[in-house]
């Protein structure tokens, strides 16, 4: 199955010039998402995690069913002052500002496996920040993964990790 044909692109949104890659038509469609579920689970399972961690907002919904899917822990990657409790977090770099990830202060232990998955890699830097965040909470991450890359925007690059997308647009 092409998991293509179930990606629709939105042009002009958020903004004009962009070109979205809407998953809401793969999430809908029961098979092709029962089969990007299970290519993800065949691509990440050789990194033997313990925990998978998904980062806001559209990553949970690709890394919440595949930990259950694995029979694994999820850990969320969040927004600032999203999580109750004591969190730790960092801020990194975008294009044009800053932004900041956080996660609750217990959600992993130190040594843990953890992939970190999302819906789409872009440029690489919430990626990398979500990667870096987890490190210093003391875990090891043997991998990241997500349904779509953005090849052109180069953000593996950005990955000090290996790095596994299901589908690639070159432009």
């Given at each position: 199955?092409?998991?293509?044909?179930?990606?629709?692109?939105?042009?002009?949104?958020?903004?004009?010039?962009?070109?979205?890659?809407?998953?809401?038509?793969?999430?809908?469609?029961?098979?092709?998402?029962?089969?990007?579920?299970?290519?993800?689970?065949?691509?990440?399972?050789?990194?033997?995690?313990?925990?998978?961690?998904?980062?806001?907002?559209?990553?949970?919904?690709?890394?919440?069913?595949?930990?259950?899917?694995?029979?694994?822990?999820?850990?969320?990657?969040?927004?600032?002052?999203?999580?109750?409790?004591?969190?730790?977090?960092?801020?990194?770099?975008?294009?044009?500002?800053?932004?900041?990830?956080?996660?609750?202060?217990?959600?992993?232990?130190?040594?843990?496996?953890?992939?970190?998955?999302?819906?789409?890699?872009?440029?690489?830097?919430?990626?990398?920040?979500?990667?870096?965040?987890?490190?210093?909470?003391?875990?090891?991450?043997?991998?990241?993964?997500?349904?779509?890359?953005?090849?052109?925007?180069?953000g593996r690059d950005r990955l000090d990790v290996p790095f596994e997308a299901l589908v690639?647009?070159?432009?």
């Amino acid at each position: 199955m092409d998991l293509k044909d179930h990606i629709r692109g939105i042009p002009d949104f958020p903004k004009p010039g962009i070109l979205f890659y809407d998953i809401s038509t793969l999430l809908r469609h029961a098979s092709a998402w029962r089969t990007a579920m299970a290519r993800l689970a065949e691509t990440i399972a050789p990194h033997k995690p313990d925990v998978l961690a998904g980062i806001e907002s559209r990553g949970f919904l690709v890394a919440a069913p595949l930990a259950l899917e694995l029979g694994l822990g999820f850990v969320m990657l969040r927004k600032p002052r999203k999580l109750p409790g004591l969190t730790i977090g960092l801020n990194y770099a975008l294009e044009y500002g800053t932004d900041r990830i956080e996660m609750q202060a217990d959600a992993v232990q130190k040594g843990q496996r953890v992939v970190v998955l999302d819906d789409l890699l872009a440029t690489g830097g919430t990626m990398s920040a979500g990667i870096s965040l987890l490190r210093q909470a003391g875990a090891v991450v043997p991998c990241a993964a997500c349904l779509i890359e953005l090849t052109f925007l180069k953000g593996r690059d950005r990955l000090d990790v290996p790095f596994e997308a299901l589908v690639a647009y070159d432009s």
